[in-house]
Antibody, heavy 114, light 112 residues
Framework: QVQLVQSGAEVKKPGASVKVSCEAS????????ITWVRQAPGQGLEWMGW????????NYAQKLQGRVTLTTDTSTNTAYMELRSLRSDDTAVYYC???????WGRGTLVTVSS | DVVMTQTPLSLSVTPGQPASISCRSS???????????LYWYLQKPGQSPQLLIY???SRFSGVPDRFSGSGSGTDFTLKISRVEAEDVGVYYC?????????FGGGTKVEIK
């Protein structure tokens, strides 16, 4: 079954870091990049960045540059999104999607609260 | 960044009636490869976005043919020929040619 399975919800304090995983199955992982998109409560969709699962090349949204790191582990077909120095406005559902945008994970809620 | 402007913000539609959503981009979405990288998604309540249309007018696998996309350059339209109850949710357009990828603000479709 072709799917992206994301890790579970997280609650973090301001200033902390979070790392969300996205495990791919049912297709050749290295053939597609992975895009990360987030959605704050009641808001629209925001592109965070992209990583090639083939060679690890990345592109990041400028507003997140320096706080976000995308990585992949081809041995486990898993992509990771790490966001550092968390703020309350980072509270959102974080989605991974195949780069063709035809396959999405179910999302991971990250809540940043003191 | 390319700004994607969707109208209207919301639609209330009687089942069986048509619906239309407009999306305008601040820059052309026509790539040198001849393709136009404009996508449409539906996000049903509590779910992830799901791809409906890619490259302006190509329906994704399994998408009913009551959904159609059209347009060129900077102006695009999603049409639903006969709205059904399962079509409720928020529709987003997205451009995939210029980084950062950007989305429209969304159009909420509800059933009367």
């Amino acid at each position: 079954q072709v799917q992206l399975v994301q890790s579970g919800a997280e609650v973090k304090k301001p200033g902390a870091s979070v790392k969300v995983s996205c495990e791919a199955s049912g297709y050749t992982f290295a053939s597609y990049g992975i895009t990360w998109v987030r959605q704050a409560p009641g808001q629209g969709l925001e592109w965070m960045g992209w990583i090639s699962a083939y060679n690890g090349d990345t592109n990041y949204a400028q507003k997140l540059q320096g706080r976000v790191t995308l990585t992949t582990d081809t041995s486990t077909n898993t992509a990771y999104m790490e966001l550092r120095s968390l703020r309350s406005d980072d509270t959102a559902v974080y989605y991974c999607a195949r780069e063709s945008f035809d396959l999405w994970g179910r999302g991971t809620l990250v809540t940043v609260s003191s | 960044d390319v700004v994607m402007t969707q109208t209207p913000l919301s639609l209330s539609v009687t089942p069986g009636q048509p619906a239309s959503i407009s999306c305008r981009s601040s820059q052309s979405l026509l790539h040198s490869d001849g393709k136009t990288y404009l996508y449409w998604y539906l996000q049903k309540p509590g779910q992830s976005p799901q791809l409906l249309i890619y490259e302006v007018s190509s329906r994704f696998s399994g998408v009913p043919d009551r959904f159609s996309g059209s347009g060129s350059g900077t102006d695009f339209t999603l049409k639903i020929s006969r709205v059904e109850a399962e079509d409720v949710g928020v529709y987003y357009c997205m451009q995939g040619i210029h980084l950062p990828v950007t989305f429209g603000g969304g159009t909420k479709v509800e059933i009367k």
